[in-house]
């Protein structure tokens, strides 16, 4: 792996290595997914000599050493006994008849309320956050001159020729704080909440600067040991199969299908199914939408799903969530979908949830968000796209907000609870929507862009872009191991 890759990864997670560990690394560990299989499980940062490294590297060629015998015991045992019988999924977080939304502007202020609480809590302790202010205290003249941290929700912000000046509050008042270029990493986004340290002034003039910042701080996630399960089970993940439209793929949709209940011993460890919204193409999303469906009732779309979904073993419980086509409100968060929809799936097997939702399978705990809110990390975060979304993802997990922006291209409705924030770390979050195909870990968590089921669209023809479809994201629950399975070729 190449030195720099190696630098960002350990430096991303606080760790240092000596010279000769740092060699042995480079020629021993290929890519991203193997170092953090190596360093997932330290939990200081802090410096590693040669030694250390060479123990954790044998360890974990030790491990997949007796994964392979294990596997091989499970998979004969498997043969034998028809069905595996997995733990009943667990919902800890989803909007789904919770939902207490007003749509009074004042709602929306609860929801503020409710995220700069929540972000404040997980920046509590946090080392990196010194001499933490309120608004209010910073604005006395007794400050000028400290160095003090303010947290606070971005409300405004824009660029000058030297740096940034944002407008950051929080409940007792607001600073203009000015970041020169070196101190600001990365782009700010409006409506998150980030720390902040810098000096105090006193402001002068009515839109003067209260602090100039030295630092910024998003909330994070600290570096994650995920949870594994006991059982040997593995869990599969897809998005926005567009049943429905003309260009769904039927061909590889229905391989797939018939790969779930194939003998191929990754098929037969699956005991969920994940889909991460947009399942059926729906009617009347965008101008002109019926000249592309080939199925053009919504009800009848949800039965051809319903139908394929009597297809997979019932061993596999079938988990359902929303997105921006779904026949639900399209405000996120978004619940579960509603009794019509639901009681046109005979099948037992069957999960609704809404978007975001946080769910348990088998003690391994999963982050499901259909992804709505990319669109607006792609029109305000320099290197997001269709193609990569990875940056966006990584963003939200670094600012713990999945939909930051109100106002922007994500409808969001106004709960009283702010559902968008990632209080919980989860061990892995898989979303969709834009149709590409990405995946990889950060911090230790596994992040899936989870891939569609429709081909190329006019629309995307329009502006150029290829999607990546019939990719299957199976994740052993187990072992912490994520693959893919392709099921489309041109
Ligand atoms: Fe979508």
């Known amino acids: 792996m190449r030195r720099d890759a190696l630098l960002g990864i350990l430096a991303e997670r606080g ?17 991203e997914d193997e170092v953090m299989e190596i360093i997932g499980s330290i939990e200081n940062p802090g410096i590693l000599g040669l030694d250390g490294v060479r123990s954790l590297f044998e360890k974990k060629i030790r491990n997949e050493g007796t994964e392979r015998t294990v596997d091989t015991g499970t998979i004969k045992s498997l043969r034998m006994l028809p069905e595996i019988k997995a733990t009943e999924p667990v919902v800890l977080m989803d909007v789904t008849g919770n939902s207490r939304s007003t749509a009074k502007v004042e709602s929306f202020v609860l929801t503020f309320q409710d995220r700069y609480r929540k972000i404040r809590e997980i920046f509590r302790g946090d080392i990196r956050v010194r001499g933490l202010v309120d608004m209010e205290a910073l604005s006395s003249p007794r400050m ?3 160095t003090v941290s303010v947290i606070g929700m971005v409300t405004e912000f824009h660029d000058t020729p030297r740096g940034t000046v944002a407008l950051i509050e929080d ?12 101190n600001l990493p990365e782009k700010l986004i409006l409506d998150e909440v980030i720390a902040v340290q810098g000096r105090a002034v006193r402001p002068k003039g009515k839109n003067g600067i209260s602090m ?5 701080y998003w909330p994070d996630i600290p570096i994650h040991t995920p949870n594994r399960s006991e059982e040997k089970v593995s869990a599969a993940f897809i998005s926005d199969i567009h049943i429905g439209s003309n260009t769904f793929l039927r061909d590889s949709w229905e391989s797939f299908i018939k790969w779930l209940a194939s003998d191929d011993p990754d098929a037969r460890r699956i005991a969920y199914l994940v889909m991460a919204g947009d399942v059926v193409d729906g009617v009347g999303i965008y101008p002109h939408q019926e000249e592309d469906l080939e199925i053009s009732d ?21 988990i359902i969530s929303p997105g921006n086509h779904d026949f639900v409100r399209p405000a996120e968060p978004q619940p579960a979908f509603g009794e019509d929809i639901t009681s046109l799936f005979s099948s037992s097997n069957v999960e609704f949830i809404g978007s975001p939702s946080l769910i348990e399978l088998s003690g391994v705990k999963v982050l499901v968000y259909h992804g709505t809110s990319i669109n607006d990390f792609i029109s305000n ?17 670094k600012s713990r907000i999945i939909a930051p922006l109100y106002g922007a291209s994500t409808p969001l409705a ?8 990632i209080d919980e770390i989860p061990d892995i979050f898989v979303t969709g ?14 992040v899936i862009n989870a891939s569609t089921w429709q081909s190329q669209t006019e629309y995307q023809k329009m502006n150029n872009f290829k999607p990546i479809p019939g990719v299957v994201t199976v994740a052993e629950l187990d072992t912490g191991r994520i693959f893919d399975k392709r099921f489309y070729s041109e």
């Not at 919504?298 to 079938?318: H, T, W």
């Open 15 to 31: 760790l240092l290595l000596s010279p000769d560990a740092l060699e042995y690394m480079e020629k021993e560990v290929e890519g």
């Open 414 to 421: 106004p709960e009283q609870t702010d559902y968008m924030v």
């Open 212 to 216: 100039f910042a030295d630092s910024i």
């Open 381 to 397: 975060l320099p290197g997001v796209s269709y193609e990569d979304p990875t940056k966006a993802l990584r963003r939200m997990l």
């Open 171 to 182: 409940p007792t008042g607001s600073a203009r704080v000015f970041f020169r270029k070196e």
């Open 298 to 318: 919504i009800y009848e779309q949800y039965e051809a799903l319903a139908k394929y979904v009597e297809n997979i073993p019932e061993r596999i419980k079938v």
């Open 433 to 446: 929507h834009v149709h590409s195909y990405a995946r990889f870990n950060y911090r230790g968590v596994g």
């Open 144 to 146: 000028e001159g400290n």
